[in-house]
């Protein structure tokens, strides 16, 4: 019969498993590594025991996130681009995050076509999340992965999410170098996402270099480039051809240059930077739910206080916040 008393006990066994588990991952057992991705994936109550075994082991990875609209190519990229680091030798996790709201077993399957690299190869983990509720966005689960992945020992983590909304200012939130991925025949989009996507880049990436009016996306995300406002580093603009490789190469040195240029001596902060984006995920969602169930703070009356003007809405939030 599992008892109070218990508890503590079975606390204690969980962080010995979680600590046998994670020396096993790091010794390559790719069904360690799966279950440790599975457990950060769900919400399971054993999470802080397993956060704590992986803790020692973080912040090795250097994050690359690839974003930008659907169809534009960004799985055959992560792909090729996956095959060049296992040519160098470099060990790689990738992490897809489907915006379809139930698991889809389509798209999933779908991302394995894609990304032939990461069949019958022990040097490359790969797995899809559903963002669900989190609309288009990085999900929470996925940074919870990365940890997962990076305490693996992986050297590079490579994220796919598809462009929308909220997803572009979330990977650079977590990502340590931000490639945009963009598509001859997009004009539209590139006109929609220039103020986020472009705005989040280290790389442009034009993908489909094969086809017709890749030069003109390319001087368009180039006049973007130059138009970026403030002192960021100008982002570099290159063309590539992922199902042939073409431009693979030079992707690589210019993902390697923001690397060398950033990187240095920042583990910590690396880090850092997740468990913020957790943080404030995690406080939104805490605030919906109660919200949600009622316990609002005081809502109405500082909805009262907003429609007659004696408060601001980001005033009446502070408020909230403070509760
Ligand atoms: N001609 C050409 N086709 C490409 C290239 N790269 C990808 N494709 C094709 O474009 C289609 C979409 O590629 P994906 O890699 O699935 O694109 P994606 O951006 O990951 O798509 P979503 O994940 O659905 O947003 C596939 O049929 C690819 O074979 C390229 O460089 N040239
Ligand atoms: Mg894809």
């Known amino acids: 019969m599992p008892s109070k008393t218990k508890a503590p006990t079975a606390a204690k066994s969980a962080s010995a498993d979680f600590a046998a588990l994670v020396g096993r991952m790091r010794q390559g057992d790719r069904r360690a590594t799966s279950r440790i991705v599975t457990e950060l994936e769900r919400l399971s109550p054993d999470l802080p025991a397993l956060m704590q075994a992986l803790g020692p082991h973080l912040g090795h990875a250097e994050v690359v996130g690839f974003t930008g609209p659907p169809g534009a190519g960004k799985s055959t990229l992560v792909n090729a681009y996956t095959s060049h680091l296992r040519r160098a030798g470099k060990s790689v996790g990738i992490i897809a995050v489907d915006p379809s709201s139930p698991i889809s077993g389509g798209a ?157 001596g920042d583990r910590r902060q690396r880090r850092r930077r997740r468990a913020r984006y957790l943080i404030a995920r995690a406080a939104a969602d805490l605030i919906s739910e109660r919200i949600r169930a009622g316990q609002d703070g005081g809502l109405d009356a500082l909805a009262d206080k907003v429609l007659t003007g004696r408060l601001l809405p980001a005033e009446a939030a502070r408020t909230l916040l403070d509760k």
Request: hydrophobic share 50%; net charge negative.
């Open 108 to 264: 999933i399957l779908g991302d394995r076509i894609r990304m032939p690299a990461t069949l019958d190869d022990d040097g490359v983990f790969m797995r899809s999340l559903a963002s669900r509720g989190h609309l288009g966005g990085l999900c929470p689960a996925a940074v919870r992965v990365i940890d997962g992945l990076d305490a693996a020992g992986k050297d590079a983590i490579l994220l796919e999410t598809v462009g929308t909304g909220q997803s572009e200012i979330d990977v650079a939130e977590v990502a340590d170098v931000r490639v945009v991925v963009m598509a001859p025949g997009l004009g539209d989009d590139i006109q929609a996402m220039k103020a986020g996507l472009l705005e989040i880049a280290d790389i442009m990436v034009v993908n489909k270099a094969d086809r017709e009016g890749a030069e003109r996306t390319l001087n368009q995300l180039t006049g973007a480039a130059s138009l970026r406002a403030g002192t960021r580093a100008k982002a570099a603009v290159l063309k590539t051809t992922a199902t042939t490789g073409d431009g693979i190469a030079a992707l690589a040195d210019a993902i390697s240059a923001v690397v060398a240029g950033r990187l240095e």
